[in-house]
């Protein structure tokens, strides 16, 4: 059974108990059906892989089976193989799903992640801070282990911070500080950590800096912002996996963005 769907959130890539690196990819379907599709090898994501796809793409594919893949209802397996990307979608498009699909932290919370593991939020961002990946130590002692055949086990480089967002969307005006694993946050900070060990900034508080020019002071100078949140596979928690925003083309030109948010 093939499936299209358009990419909203690519989450940073996991590294599983056999050293596979791993990424969850969430988006909503031409259906509109809320669609996780897990787990992707990181290699269908090399520059030269034919299934290479990125965020606000459609993309279509087969799935294994159109049950549940684990206990999150829009989980499913596909034959990551099949991939096939298809076109990029306009941010006005984009918009308008994502608008019909507006939830709160507190009404997905509540639903729990047995009835609904996905969302999307309008956030009223308020911070954006770097704080210590708590898997670091563990990771980078993986890191020197090798496998069977002596190669490196992993081979992905492994972040000493991530980023979470501290931001409110409801009318009650309830504060929420989510961490943010949207793949585009990760790889703003590694090249930002390749650029200091470079010599081309000071240190990790000019990093961290840069990353939030881009990420806060950024993306909020318009009211187009949105966070695509989903649940953790273990933990009830939710995480922000995508981070969705217009591009300067979209802003110079008001009828690819979404009338009800025109300023």
């Not at 299209?4 to 791993?22: D, G, N, R, T």
């Amino acid at each position: 059974m093939k499936e299209k769907l358009l990419v909203l959130a690519k989450a940073c890539p996991e590294i599983s108990s056999k050293y596979e690196q791993l990424v969850c990819v969430a988006g909503i379907t031409d259906k509109g059906e809320w669609r996780r599709i897990y787990p992707i090898p990181w290699k269908a994501f090399w520059a030269n892989s034919s299934t290479n796809f990125k965020k606000k793409m459609w993309i279509e594919y087969e799935l294994e089976s159109d049950e549940p893949s684990d206990h999150r209802p829009e989980s499913r397996k596909i034959k990551f193989d099949t991939i096939k990307p298809l076109k990029e979608a306009s941010f006005k498009e984009i918009e308008d799903i994502l608008q019909a699909h507006l939830t709160s932290i507190e009404d997905i919370e509540h639903k729990t992640p047995k009835i609904a593991s996905l969302g999307v939020i309008k956030p009223a961002i308020i911070d954006f801070a770097p704080v210590s990946n708590e898997h670091y130590e563990k990771l980078m002692k993986k890191k020197e282990q090798r496998t069977v055949f002596g190669e490196i086990a992993v081979k992905l480089e492994i972040p000493k911070y991530k980023y979470q967002y501290k931001f409110k969307d409801d009318a009650e005006g309830r504060k929420h500080e989510i961490l943010c694993e949207d793949w585009e946050v990760a790889e703003l900070y590694r090249h930002c950590e390749e650029y200091r060990k470079a010599g081309k900034y000071k240190d990790e508080n000019e990093v961290h800096s840069k990353v939030r020019d881009k990420m806060l002071k950024g993306i909020t100078a318009n009211n187009h912002v949105y966070f695509i949140v989903g649940s953790h596979y273990r933990f009830s928690t939710y995480m922000i996996i995508g981070v969705i925003y217009p591009r300067k083309a979209d802003i110079k030109k008001p009828n690819l963005l979404h009338p009800a948010n025109n300023k």
